[in-house]
């Protein structure tokens, strides 16, 4: 009896461990530089620094936009993100309007007019836009357009949903 | 001693209906795969390609940048955007950007309608959460029309749960 137990616990231990290798495993397959190589570091800072320089919007870190919800700041929230990965999770209060990762230039009419409807009539309502990680373009095309249209108070969050899941923070689904 | 045996016995049943379960899976995706890469006339490229296989047909060096399912190969000349699975570096998903590439005979520029048409002739049916995306299968097909009267890109996409998964 004593022998079985060993054995099952054995077999336990062992898929526990490679359940916890999978997860780890996953955690690190998404992102900017999920190797850490420095060059798809160093090239996502240019291309968000030159982004928020032509899209004329400021910027705003997981840990800010944190306080900003916990303090229950009356802001809207857009996640430009696919439908998808928005329905696997999203940071709370987050609506879902889909924008394309090139360049705003690249929107459809449709993702336009659907961005456009979730942003509301108060031109200086506060504005959080945000995608997938730093080197993603969604945001910025979202962020830039609210800037284009006349919204005078408009943020990006540049590290998206996988910095904001990296920093563990609650998540809506 | 008997109840050892049946223990055994037990995991090692167990653990070969799984490996049974995940290679029927496999085959099924496989034989998914070829019949849709028979509608696929972009260069050589296939669903399913490998990074290797890629750079031996195009011979041209893409701009790479990751994005959340994997990671990406833009070609910029050629009008064509690769995406990879991050765990198994193979082609998921195909963009077209240029006119004159086909996607189940279907070019950049042709109107909606006709696009949309040729689709459901092929099988495909409407995707009701996304406009203008098509499933048939384990495959996704979206018609991307800026204006919404023409097709700008065509996107061909392998449905896997499992990629999304790997940014949880």
Not at chain 1, 73 to 85: G, R
Not at chain 1, 91 to 118: G, R, Y
Not at chain 2, 19 to 42: E, G, P, R
């Amino acid at each position: 009896m004593k022998r079985n137990l060993t054995l099952l616990f054995a077999v336990m231990t062992m898929i526990a461990l490679l359940a916890g290798c999978s997860s780890s495993e996953a955690l690190n397959t998404v992102g900017t530089s999920v190797d850490g190589n420095e060059v798809k570091i160093e090239a996502a800072a240019m291309k968000l620094v030159n982004a928020v320089e032509k899209g004329g919007y400021k910027l705003v870190k997981s840990e800010e936009l944190k306080t900003w919800i916990d303090e229950g700041n009356e802001m809207i929230v857009i996640d430009t993100m696919p439908a998808d990965f928005y329905g696997k999770g999203h940071i709370p209060t987050a609506k879902n309007a889909v924008m394309p990762k090139t360049s705003l230039a690249d929107a459809t009419d449709d993702e336009k007019a659907a961005f456009e409807a979730q942003l509301g009539d108060d031109k200086d309502a506060l504005i959080v836009v945000y995608c997938g990680f730093t080197a993603c373009g969604r945001s910025d095309a979202g962020a830039a357009y609210a800037v284009e249209l006349g919204y005078t108070n408009v943020y990006r969050q540049p590290g998206g949903i996988i910095a904001w899941r990296n920093a563990e923070y609650e998540e809506e689904k | 001693m008997k109840k050892r045996i049946s223990i055994v016995l037990g995991i090692s049943t167990v653990i070969l209906l799984l490996a049974v379960f995940f290679m029927q899976n496999n085959n099924d995706q496989s034989q998914s795969l070829s019949i849709h890469n028979q509608h696929i006339q972009v260069a050589s490229i296939k669903l399913g390609m490998s990074e290797q296989e890629v750079f031996e047909q195009l011979k041209v060096k893409p701009e790479e940048e990751m994005c959340v399912y994997g990671y990406e190969f833009n070609f910029k000349d050629e009008g064509l955007n690769l995406g990879f699975r991050v765990d198994t570096n193979t082609i998921r998903r195909i963009t077209v950007i240029n006119n004159t590439d086909t996607l189940y005979g279907i070019k950049n520029g042709m109107t909606l309608d006709e696009a949309k048409q040729v689709l459901l002739d092929a099988g495909f049916m409407s995707d009701e959460t996304v406009k203008n995306r098509y499933k048939i299968d384990d495959v996704y097909f979206t018609v991307v029309s800026k204006k919404g009267t023409h097709v700008d890109q065509l996107i061909i996409e392998i449905i896997d749960d499992k990629i999304l998964e790997y940014a949880q």
